[in-house]
């Protein structure tokens, strides 16, 4: 009997790629779909595990690029 398709999913924060396998019961009260990505955050008692958006990724990096770039006007601005 052939083993059915685990979807396997990779920690974003990790510098190596770790794959888990979570419980089923987990993946539903996510309402976790295929196709989906986790993000796994460590917490002081254990892990955090959400489903990432594409859109608020995007964000994030275009917020992180606009501070690096203008980095001394607010860092003038926050005096």
Do not use: C, Y
């Not at 419980?23 to 955050?41: I, S």
Request: aromatic share 4%; no cysteine.
């Amino acid at each position: 009997m052939e083993r059915p398709q685990t979807p396997w999913f990779s920690r974003p924060w990790a510098h190596v790629i770790t794959h888990v396998i979570p419980l089923e019961e987990v993946l539903d009260q996510l309402k976790v779909k295929e196709g989906d990505t986790l993000d796994v955050v460590p917490t002081e008692t254990g892990v955090k595990l959400s489903i990432s958006d594409e859109e608020v990724d995007k964000l994030m990096q275009m917020a992180e690029r606009i501070m690096e770039e203008n980095r001394e006007v607010l860092r003038a601005l926050a005096k």
